[in-house]
């Protein structure tokens, strides 16, 4: 138990984390897995900049809840594909909440090395089933030979960037989910010179100006 000088200087909110588990419930094993990664990236952060410092007060909201919706646009996928993953949103959150789930494994990509070892630390201490990959998007993208139900990506690419990593495991049955801002309408307008897609734009339960752009369907213009 946190004292209350401890409580007042951590810069996460019991507040907060309420809200976000209210939105987006889950289960008191998944939950502990969640508190260690929280408490994790807060060690983290002070020396590796994982997020921004602004957003931790509504950590749980902003970046935890808004990564565990996914799991409701593709509530049968177990093999995942994480482009970017930077401090784990949304991938780790997704293997700490498929920890279990037997055949479930997250792939996280992420070419930043101290990001990269964040990221397996993360995964070690939730004993959540993820596998980091230290290297370009690209490079995953010829590489992996493993099919992929679902790929995602959050705060890291124009949306015309991220088609053409995920074309070819959308190609084989794989569904897409991009986590966007309040841009989402400038950046699918973009992607249509380039791409014919029919996306499914999904708000965000966590509300603001979030956006889900879900595409089962991507094909050069």
Request: proline residues 5%; contains cysteine.
């Amino acid at each position: 138990m946190m004292s209350t000088p401890e409580r007042e200087r951590s810069p996460t909110s019991a507040t907060d984390k309420m809200a976000a588990l209210a939105l987006t419930p889950v289960s008191r094993q998944i939950e502990a897995r969640l508190d260690a990664y929280v408490d994790l990236l807060v060690q983290w952060q002070t020396k590796t900049n994982l997020v921004a410092s602004s957003t931790m007060p509504q950590l749980w909201t902003r970046h935890i809840a808004d990564s565990l919706q996914l799991l409701t646009l593709a509530p049968n996928a177990k093999r995942w594909a994480d482009f970017g993953s930077g401090g784990g949103f949304p991938g780790v959150v997704l293997a700490c909440a498929l920890a279990g789930v037997e055949g479930a494994r997250v792939d996280l990509i992420e070419r930043n090395a101290k990001k990269a070892a964040f990221l397996r630390e993360a995964v070690r201490v939730t004993a959540s089933p993820g596998l980091i990959h230290l290297m370009d998007i690209g490079d995953y993208v010829d590489r992996v030979e493993d099919r992929i139900d679902c790929v995602t990506a959050r705060a890291l690419a124009p949306l015309q960037v991220l088609l053409g990593f995920a074309e070819p495991f959308v190609t084989k049955g794989a569904t897409a989910l991009f986590l966007k801002g309040q841009d989402v309408e400038a950046e699918l307008t973009e992607a249509t010179k380039y791409w014919n897609i029919k996306p499914q734009i999904h708000s965000s339960c966590t509300g603001g100006h979030g956006w889900i752009v879900e595409l089962d369907h991507i094909e050069r213009a």
